[in-house]
Every structure is written in C-alpha cells, then in structure tokens.
C-alpha cells in the first residue's frame, strides 16, 4: 500500500488524507455501531492523529460510552457521514472510519469486537481476534 490515501464525504464537503497505515482495523458489532453503519457492523482504523490531514468543516456530536469513557464523533455537517470517532481523554488516537477512503484496500479487519451483540446471519471470518465486549 502506497501512502497517502484520500477520502472524503459523500458530499465532498470534508476531505482528508491517511498518512500511514492504521495501527489496527477492527469491526465493532455492538448495536450502537449496527445502528451508525445501517448494517451488521461498523469498520473502525485506528490511526494516530497525526497520521490524518483534514479539510472541510466537520460536525461533532458524543455520548457516554459503557466504559464510562465519551464516544465523540466528527461527521460532515451537509451529508451527515461519519469521518472519525475520538476519545477527548486520548487525543493522540483517532478512529477513523476507512469505508470513506478512496481505496478501501487497507479494510481488513485483525479483529471483531461486540460480537455478543452480533447479528446471527453473519459469520466471522476464520483466524481474527473476537472479543464479547470490547477488550
């Protein structure tokens, strides 16, 4: 993989650029993902904060995590895509949200969390991390 990769919105409204590789992919299926991605599951990169450039004005919005920890999210004000999910207690760390990059090649998850909360139809793959909550 060559770096940098772009992506942006669905509206284009917010632009960034991936620097470096993620540290890890995970998928989260804990309802609160299912119900952010409309689907089984959300994708989740974990980059530094510094590997990522952005451009374009970004909403926020947060809530309180089980953990006890806030689960704030930046999103495009005008489409209303996620671009990354952060800890205010750790902001060295981003979650980006990879399906928005140009190439979405590097989206290989090494890990399922939540999976308690999984949709039955779906089956993980053979030879990933899976954790009932998060680890």
Request: aromatic share 8%; glycine share 6%; net charge negative.
């Amino acid at each position: 993989m060559t770096y940098p990769i772009e992506g942006s919105c669905q509206c284009g409204g917010v632009k960034y650029r991936l620097l470096a590789a993620p540290q890890m992919v995970v998928a989260c299926h804990c309802k609160e993902c299912q119900k952010l991605s409309t689907s089984a599951f959300s994708i989740t990169a974990m980059v530094k904060a510094t590997d990522v450039e952005f451009e374009g004005e970004m909403a926020e919005w947060s809530r309180l995590a089980d953990s006890g920890n806030v689960s704030g999210a930046k999103f495009c004000p005008t489409c209303g895509n996620r671009i990354y999910h952060f800890n205010p207690a750790e902001p060295d760390m981003i979650k980006l949200k990879p399906s928005s990059l140009d190439d979405t090649s590097i989206i290989q998850p090494s890990a399922h969390v939540w999976v308690s909360e999984k949709q039955d139809w779906f089956v993980i793959p053979e030879g990933v991390k899976v954790f009932d909550k998060q680890p």
